[in-house]
């Protein structure tokens, strides 16, 4: 029984680092936030929410393949 417990706790430890590493990553970089409006000549046109949450979750995958070492 206990080496259950254990084995979802170094799962859940690795979701979590994955998820800080994350919120770090997406927060230095700006990914999934809406760009801001600015003057002068602009790139393409505001993504959709949709694609910030898919940027997130691949993101994300990435992430907790990095700290898992796959």
Sequence with gaps: MESLNGASLGARKN???????????????????????????????AAKPEEHVNQLLELYSRCLKAVQGA
């Design 15 to 45: 979701e979590d680092i994955a998820l800080d590493l994350l919120k770090f990553v997406a927060g230095t970089v700006g990914v999934g936030r809406p760009s801001a409006p600015s003057t002068g000549f602009t790139g393409a046109a």
